[in-house]
């Protein structure tokens, strides 16, 4: 039992140190080469952070664990979404949510079109698949593409930008994007490892303890997985650039439910959204409440005092624990 814990421990600590490198080295590929830009940057960062989520959902499909499969991509939503809000609390006195980017929006709307097929996905008996892949993992998989396109057009870099940033790429010597992308692999590789160590030790302390594989994935392992991303949105709200905060959760988010649509296909066991608790519909749910409530923080403009201010990120919070509740009891 408390080697199974050690190793828990141990895989998650290596895997925030791996991710939080990869966010460094990412950065640097995304803003000295031809990739420049905010989408390629947050993509390629969203992906760097939630590598732990990936690994950790396919390798539960693999193992047949729908329950830490699903629960991890769900509950890192959750976790994600309060890390943003209780950090929001904590940098009150800045109201950094105030001065927040519109364009946030459109990412909030592909979050909550994808928390919707998330919902029916969980809610439907029958088994709809082709292929043996689940229609609603095709249906995610082809909305999250469409919807990376859809942000691509809005936010495609203006042409004196563009050379001017093709200008500063000139000027420097490749030595540290190489060096950069060397580092950018490595790490990926341990963030495979870690991932499949989370998976592993995770389902073997659901089959230990008695925990639910519901209970052990949407908060155990999502809070280990997750714990990349709130190093960094820490990170971004210190410094007071909150679009990055924000940026990187949606992202992170809309990420964390393609990969459930990604493990599907290894799970040999039938549908792994079918074989999932029902109590994560619950999750879906929250997902869907806390996204829409941050689309409305961000097109807030003014509030009278602290209070007020702090009601949403209040709100979000309690609804973290009472649905962390529901799933423990």
Request: charge should be neutral.
């Given at each position: 039992m408390w080697y199974l814990i050690l190793i828990f421990i141990l895989a998650a600590g290596l895997s925030a140190f791996a991710a939080t490198r990869l966010s460094s080295h990412a950065d640097t590929i995304s803003k000295e080469t031809k990739l420049g830009g905010v989408l390629a940057g947050t993509l390629l960062l969203a992906v760097a952070t939630s590598l732990p989520e990936l690994t950790v959902t396919v390798s539960a499909g693999i193992i047949g664990n729908a329950g830490i499969a699903v629960g991890n991509g769900l509950g890192s939503i959750l976790f994600n979404f309060f890390v943003l809000f209780i950090l929001d609390l904590h940098f009150r006195s800045k109201r950094l949510f105030l001065d927040v980017s519109n364009h946030h929006i459109h990412t909030g709307i592909i979050a909550l079109i994808l928390c919707t097929t998330t919902a029916f996905a969980l809610a439907?008996?029958?088994?709809?698949?082709?292929?043996?892949?689940?229609?609603?993992?095709?249906?995610?998989?082809?909305?999250?593409?469409?919807?990376?396109?859809?942000?691509?057009?809005?936010?495609?870099?203006?042409?004196?930008?563009?050379?001017?940033?093709?200008?500063?790429?000139?000027?420097?010597?490749?030595?540290?994007?190489?060096?950069?992308?060397?580092?950018?692999?490595?790490?990926?590789?341990?963030?495979?490892?870690?991932?499949?160590?989370?998976?592993?030790?995770?389902?073997?302390?659901?089959?230990?303890?008695?925990?639910?594989?519901?209970?052990?994935?949407?908060?155990?392992?999502?809070?280990?997985?997750?714990?990349?991303?709130?190093?960094?949105?820490?990170?971004?709200?210190?410094?007071?650039?909150?679009?990055?905060?924000?940026?990187?959760?949606?992202?992170?988010?809309?990420?964390?439910?393609?990969?459930?649509?990604?493990?599907?296909?290894?799970?040999?066991?039938?549908?792994?959204?079918?074989?999932?608790?029902?109590?994560?519909?619950?999750?879906?749910?929250?997902?869907?409440?806390?996204?829409?409530l941050t689309m409305v923080i961000i097109k807030r403009d003014k509030t009278k005092n602290a209070i007020t201010y702090s009601i949403p990120s209040i709100i979000a919070v309690i609804s973290y624990f009472v649905v962390v509740g529901i799933i423990i009891l």
């Open positions: 439907v008996q029958s088994s709809w698949s082709f292929l043996n892949i689940s229609v609603f993992s095709i249906a995610i998989v082809i909305v999250y593409m469409i919807g990376m396109y859809i942000m691509s057009k809005r936010h495609q870099t203006p042409k004196d930008e563009k050379t001017n940033a093709t200008e500063k790429v000139v000027d420097k010597t490749n030595f540290s994007v190489k060096r950069a992308v060397r580092q950018f692999i490595l790490f990926s590789l341990v963030i495979l490892i870690t991932g499949t160590a989370l998976s592993l030790s995770g389902d073997a302390l659901a089959q230990n303890t008695g925990i639910s594989a519901t209970a052990i994935g949407s908060i155990l392992v999502a809070l280990s997985s997750s714990i990349p991303d709130a190093m960094s949105v820490y990170t971004a709200l210190k410094l007071s650039n909150v679009n990055m905060a924000i940026g990187t959760i949606l992202g992170s988010n809309l990420f964390n439910i393609l990969v459930i649509a990604l493990a599907d296909p290894f799970y040999r066991n039938g549908s792994i959204w079918q074989d999932s608790s029902d109590e994560l519909m619950y999750m879906s749910f929250i997902g869907f409440s806390l996204t829409a």
